[in-house]
């Protein structure tokens, strides 16, 4: 179970390719993919995204699924898809507090 | 301090036009990652894990308070709110966008700062010990020498594809506080029989996959034929040194396949055709460089001590802070004073923009406008009239920075690791704030004497894991984080490199191994003057193991 993550050119953030093609903000938008076809078509776009400037640093990551949420098997790639774990304020899991607060 | 002549500001100008040109370029497709990439790295920009980090260069880690502020108003505009001084006495920022850097760096620019040799094979920001120019124990200001090697330095075309990075520092007391033995070129500047200033040269120290001391290749170097003596050994690096391995490409390995006779023999003859040519330093220049670094008048302020001692009678925080933050200056009536960036729980070397906006009031009100950035992740006012340091206490107090801690073993050294860094393999931060909060009682630590805990979070030993006294390496292994615990390393005047004591801990472990160790240390002391470093040096690593790893270690 694989999903294609990367970072956002302008601002380096880190960003996950949703279904539509466009790069979403929280992984929990990632397409899943659990075939060899769809990894290759993960990875197709991902070039043409690098080829358009729209991201830097495209990577195939391994995920699971934990009761229906997205989770990436390695810590480096939890740390991406949440923040520093020193600092909840900051990173993607400050803007689900401030979602949840909100 | 050093101030920028037009031929500085213009040069730094014209960097930063061309990033910006280069920069503009990228965002509008014209160039690729591929191409862009060196270029980036010329200007300290990194992409990390969460967004790009700029790293600015602080050379020999002096600051004066507008650049200082300059600092924390990029932090607040730019980034999110605080910055991370490194190992390198330089600054990270963690989160700026692309696309905003060109303007970061002409704002820097406005304050004589760039990003400049902060990244690539090159020769990095040139460190120096921390009390430099302060310090009571010291033979001549080492800044002086530090910024004619940046000056040198800088975009020095034939230095500037080196097989690897270069880095060089300088000292100027016999007790070392700028670890020269693990640099590249360590420098200590001393006098000799003659009363003739010049500089003992060590060549080859270096951390990472192969931590190795540096060697001392010349006991008394003349201080104006030090160009012509680091030119010798880049020179003979650049030629000799590795490139078909990245691992093997630092010149600790060149000096240690070559061996070090044969080096300081290829060195020594290299110098023999520069010596006495264009790049012998005229005394004109040397005097003039110096002239930047002159003291400040240090008024007499004689009525410090009766003070302190009233003040300290009404307060045990205050004198827990004078006791360990406060180190003896040249002049009697004066002190160096230690900013810890290491409260309990917190992030080390971080400092959000109040705090530097904070300690720039303070340099500025009471420090002659000297603010110094320590190895050791600490911030340094290198001259404050003991008379004045209970106010500047007060003031640290409202901001969070009278962490009594200077040495003891929560002022620990620790890089950004996992939580920020595209190499790392393991947290570091965690683990500091974990160790942070179990030896938090300022009690205990005093109990336990001088102790530093270095952690990095990869091999590449960013946070010196292998010259503290006990120093973690953080790795992954089988998706884990496993910490590697080393012993009796050292990066003073008497360098050495810690030895792994056993197998490594998991995340959840590492804090009680640590206390362990620690505990055995006490218990093992003769005497509470016998630190841990003099301890382990004594007893060597066997009580460490049998404490750690019991009977699995007897049969071992």
């Given at each position: 179970?694989?999903?294609?993550?990367?970072?956002?050119?302008?601002?380096?953030?880190?960003?996950?390719?949703?279904?539509?093609?466009?790069?979403?903000?929280?992984?929990?938008?990632?397409?899943?993919?659990?075939?060899?076809?769809?990894?290759?078509?993960?990875?197709?776009?991902?070039?043409?995204?690098?080829?358009?400037?729209?991201?830097?640093?495209?990577?195939?990551?391994?995920?699971?699924?934990?009761?229906?949420?997205?989770?990436?098997?390695?810590?480096?790639?939890?740390?991406?898809?949440?923040?520093p774990?020193?600092?909840?304020?900051?990173?993607?899991?400050a803007?689900?507090?401030?979602?949840?607060?909100? | 301090?050093?101030?920028?002549?037009?031929?500085?500001?213009d040069?730094?100008?014209?960097?930063?036009?061309?990033?910006?040109?280069?920069?503009?370029?990228?965002?509008?497709?014209?160039?690729?990652?591929?191409?862009?990439?060196?270029?980036?790295?010329?200007?300290?920009?990194?992409?990390?894990?969460?967004?790009?980090?700029?790293?600015?260069?602080?050379?020999?880690?002096?600051?004066?308070?507008?650049?200082?502020?300059?600092?924390?108003?990029?932090?607040?505009?730019?980034?999110?709110?605080?910055?991370?001084?490194?190992?390198?006495?330089?600054i990270?920022?963690?989160?700026?966008?692309?696309?905003?850097?060109?303007?970061?760096?002409?704002?820097?620019?406005?304050?004589?700062?760039?990003?400049?040799q902060?990244?690539?094979?090159?020769?990095?920001?040139?460190?120096?010990?921390?009390?430099?120019?302060?310090?009571?124990?010291?033979?001549?200001?080492?800044?002086?020498?530090?910024?004619?090697?940046?000056?040198?330095?800088?975009?020095?075309?034939?230095?500037?594809?080196?097989?690897?990075?270069?880095?060089?520092?300088?000292?100027?007391?016999?007790?070392?506080?700028?670890?020269?033995?693990?640099?590249?070129?360590?420098?200590?500047?001393?006098?000799?029989?003659?009363?003739?200033l010049?500089?003992?040269?060590?060549?080859?120290?270096?951390?990472?996959?192969?931590?190795?001391?540096?060697?001392?290749?010349?006991?008394?170097?003349?201080?104006?034929?030090?160009?012509?003596?680091v030119?010798?050994?880049?020179?003979?690096?650049?030629?000799?040194?590795?490139?078909?391995?990245?691992?093997?490409?630092?010149?600790?390995?060149?000096?240690?396949?070559?061996?070090?006779?044969?080096?300081?023999?290829?060195?020594?003859?290299?110098?023999?055709?520069?010596?006495?040519?264009?790049?012998?330093?005229p005394?004109?220049?040397?005097?003039?460089?110096?002239?930047?670094?002159a003291?400040?008048?240090?008024?007499?302020?004689?009525?410090?001590d009766?003070?302190?001692r009233e003040?300290?009678?009404?307060?045990?925080?205050?004198?827990?802070?004078?006791?360990r933050?406060?180190?003896?200056?040249?002049?009697?009536?004066?002190?160096?004073?230690?900013?810890?960036?290491?409260?309990?729980?917190?992030?080390?070397?971080?400092?959000?923009?109040?705090?530097?906006?904070?300690?720039?009031?303070?340099?500025?009100?009471y420090?002659?406008?000297e603010?110094?950035?320590?190895?050791e992740?600490n911030?340094?006012?290198?001259?404050?009239?003991?008379?004045?340091?209970?106010a500047?206490?007060?003031?640290?107090?409202?901001?969070?920075?009278?962490?009594?801690?200077?040495?003891?073993?929560?002022?620990?050294?620790?890089?950004?690791?996992?939580?920020?860094?595209?190499?790392?393999?393991?947290?570091?931060?965690?683990?500091?704030?974990?160790?942070?909060?179990?030896?938090?009682?300022?009690?205990?630590?005093?109990?336990?004497?001088?102790?530093?805990v270095k952690?990095?979070?990869?091999?590449?030993?960013?946070?010196?894991?292998?010259?503290?006294?006990?120093?973690?390496?953080?790795?992954?292994?089988?998706?884990?984080?496993?910490?590697?615990?080393?012993?009796?390393?050292?990066?003073?005047?008497?360098?050495?490199?810690?030895?792994?004591?056993?197998?490594?801990?998991?995340?959840?472990?590492?804090?009680?191994?640590?206390?362990?160790?620690?505990?055995?240390?006490?218990?093992?002391?003769?005497?509470?003057?016998?630190?841990?470093?003099?301890?382990?040096?004594?007893?060597?690593?066997?009580?460490?193991?049998?404490a750690?790893?019991?009977?699995?270690?007897?049969?071992?």
């Amino acid at each position: 179970m694989k999903v294609l993550t990367a970072n956002r050119l302008t601002n380096g953030e880190a960003v996950w390719l949703a279904a539509d093609h466009s790069w979403t903000s929280t992984i929990q938008g990632a397409e899943i993919a659990l075939d060899e076809a769809t990894e290759e078509k993960l990875i197709r776009a991902g070039k043409a995204a690098l080829c358009k400037n729209e991201v830097v640093d495209v990577n195939l990551i391994d995920v699971e699924l934990v009761d229906g949420v997205v989770r990436p098997v390695r810590l480096r790639e939890r740390i991406r898809a949440a923040g520093p774990t020193n600092r909840r304020d900051l990173g993607k899991q400050a803007e689900r507090f401030i979602a949840v607060a909100a | 301090m050093y101030r920028y002549d037009e031929f500085d500001h213009d040069f730094v100008r014209a960097r930063v036009a061309e990033f910006r040109d280069q920069v503009e370029r990228r965002l509008a497709g014209e160039i690729t990652e591929d191409q862009f990439k060196p270029l980036r790295l010329m200007n300290g920009v990194y992409l990390q894990l969460h967004a790009y980090m700029l790293r600015v260069a602080i050379p020999y880690g002096t600051l004066n308070s507008r650049q200082l502020r300059m600092l924390a108003h990029i932090a607040r505009t730019y980034d999110k709110g605080y910055g991370h001084f490194t190992t390198r006495q330089n600054i990270q920022f963690n989160w700026p966008a692309l696309s905003d850097i060109p303007a970061i760096l002409d704002e820097l620019a406005t304050v004589e700062m760039h990003a400049l040799q902060t990244s690539g094979n090159c020769i990095r920001n040139v460190t120096a010990d921390h009390f430099a120019g302060a310090a009571a124990d010291e033979v001549a200001d080492p800044r002086p020498y530090a910024e004619i090697l940046r000056q040198w330095s800088s975009v020095h075309p034939e230095f500037s594809y080196l097989p690897r990075k270069f880095k060089i520092a300088v000292t100027g007391a016999a007790r070392d506080r700028a670890a020269i033995q693990t640099h590249d070129i360590g420098l200590h500047l001393k006098k000799n029989e003659a009363g003739e200033l010049g500089f003992a040269v060590y060549v080859g120290g270096g951390q990472g996959r192969t931590p190795m001391v540096a060697k001392k290749i010349r006991d008394f170097l003349p201080e104006k034929d030090l160009l012509a003596y680091v030119t010798a050994v880049l020179r003979v690096y650049n030629l000799h040194g590795r490139r078909d391995n990245k691992y093997k490409a630092r010149i600790k390995i060149l000096v240690h396949e070559t061996g070090t006779e044969q080096l300081t023999g290829w060195i020594e003859q290299e110098f023999e055709a520069l010596k006495d040519g264009e790049l012998t330093l005229p005394e004109d220049d040397i005097r003039a460089i110096q002239a930047y670094f002159a003291s400040p008048a240090l008024p007499a302020r004689p009525e410090g001590d009766a003070a302190l001692r009233e003040a300290q009678a009404d307060s045990r925080s205050l004198a827990a802070w004078l006791k360990r933050n406060v180190t003896t200056h040249r002049n009697p009536d004066y002190a160096a004073v230690t900013i810890s960036l290491k409260g309990t729980g917190e992030a080390p070397g971080d400092a959000t923009a109040g705090q530097m906006d904070a300690v720039a009031e303070l340099a500025e009100r009471y420090a002659f406008d000297e603010i110094r950035v320590s190895h050791e992740q600490n911030l340094i006012l290198p001259h404050v009239a003991r008379a004045d340091l209970k106010a500047v206490y007060d003031r640290l107090v409202e901001f969070g920075l009278e962490t009594p801690n200077t040495g003891l073993i929560t002022d620990i050294i620790a890089c950004p690791g996992l939580d920020y860094c595209a190499l790392a393999t393991a947290r570091s931060i965690s683990v500091a704030q974990d160790l942070s909060q179990r030896f938090a009682s300022l009690e205990r630590q005093e109990n336990i004497g001088e102790l530093k805990v270095k952690i990095s979070g990869c091999i590449n030993a960013c946070g010196h894991h292998h010259v503290g006294h006990i120093g973690i390496l953080g790795v992954e292994k089988k998706g884990s984080e496993l910490y590697q615990v080393t012993l009796g390393g050292s990066a003073d005047e008497n360098t050495s490199i810690g030895e792994i004591v056993g197998r490594g801990f998991s995340a959840e472990e590492i804090g009680p191994a640590i206390e362990t160790i620690v505990e055995t240390y006490l218990a093992w002391r003769q005497d509470p003057s016998e630190t841990f470093l003099q301890a382990y040096r004594r007893l060597g690593p066997q009580p460490f193991k049998e404490a750690l790893y019991g009977a699995e270690a007897r049969a071992a």
